[in-house]
């Protein structure tokens, strides 16, 4: 559904580059074993990362290679042993593991028909979510499968306003909260720098020498891989139109063969021109840099 984030990072994000700043890249601090939690022990962690801007990726109950880093990740942050051992107090900052959705008559709006063809998305304003089941999962970060385990015996394909999901207890992402618009600079974070780990698959915001977040990514493409190097922030998006150019996405040469795809949770950009590979991550992203923020592509 997503483009990933160095596809997009010239085109979306208008970054520049930055050929006379030098900038070392955080050293690696992944190649951690970890255990396989129970659910219920992974769920809680995964609540924990995702709160706290350390992505584990879609909640799912299951150890991942994405979950593994976020949790590496944040216990090198926090200057924390780097193991596996399931430290309490995370777990004590989700005591309740799951709430519920009741489907409302305003998120009806969000569900619609996305054709296949981009030609005939391009004739459309806006590119929905298809289901209320992808709906309520990237509204709870989760897996879709996850959600339909949660919730045994629905009708997945006729849910109706009224029926009530169990999901993950994560701060939800309200998508109709966000409305079309430039995302301004923030002053605050100037002094941020975005690292894009195009071997690991991540991003990672650093504040001087803190780690303040890590996110999954897809960098880039086999034909069109990740622009390494130094680059800046120019500019981002919410709610942006994509120009759906297969000869700038496959060879980097822009054509007059393309369409313009309409805004939506199922553009291939998601809600923010940054090219996250989930909507929610995007969503949190534009919080935590600033335009004028360098980035490191390695």
Avoid at 51 to 77: C, Q, T, V, W
Avoid at 99 to 113: H, L, M, S
Wanted: net charge negative; hydrophobic share 40%; with cysteine.
């Amino acid at each position: 559904m997503k483009y990933g984030f160095l596809i997009l990072l010239f085109s979306v994000l208008s970054i520049s580059a930055l050929a006379e700043e030098k900038s070392t890249p955080p050293p690696r601090v992944y190649p951690v074993a970890l255990p396989n939690y129970d659910e219920e022990t992974a769920t809680r962690l995964q609540i924990f990362l995702d709160n706290s801007d350390f992505g584990p990726g879609k909640i799912d109950g299951r150890m991942g290679e994405f979950f593994r880093k976020a949790l590496i990740s944040y216990k090198h942050a926090q200057a924390m042993p780097k193991t596996g051992a399931v430290d309490q107090w995370m777990l004590d900052q989700v005591p309740v593991t799951y709430t519920t959705y009741t489907i409302k008559e305003e998120d009806v709006k969000q569900i619609g028909d996305v054709p296949s063809s981009h030609a005939e998305q391009a004739r459309l304003k806006w590119l929905p979510y298809t289901s209320f089941l992808e709906f309520v999962a990237e509204r709870y970060h989760s897996a879709e499968a996850f959600i339909q385990k949660l919730n045994p015996g629905k009708n997945w394909e006729h849910l109706q306003p009224g029926e009530t999901l169990k999901v993950p207890n994560v701060l939800p992402f309200e998508v109709e909260k966000f409305t079309e618009g430039k995302v301004p600079e923030n002053p605050t974070f100037t002094s941020r720098k975005v690292f894009v780990d195009t071997y690991e698959h991540l991003l990672e915001v650093f504040d001087q020498d803190h780690l303040v977040c890590v996110f999954p990514i897809t960098p880039g493409s086999k034909t069109l891989p990740a622009p390494v190097g130094t680059w800046k922030i120019l500019g981002a998006t919410i709610w942006p139109w994509f120009r759906y150019d297969e000869g700038m996405l496959n060879y980097g040469v822009r054509t007059e063969n393309y369409y313009n795809l309409p805004p939506g949770p199922n553009n291939l950009v998601g809600i923010l021109w940054m090219g996250l590979n989930a909507n929610w991550d995007a969503a949190r992203v534009k919080d935590l840099v600033s335009v004028g923020n360098t980035v490191i592509v390695f």
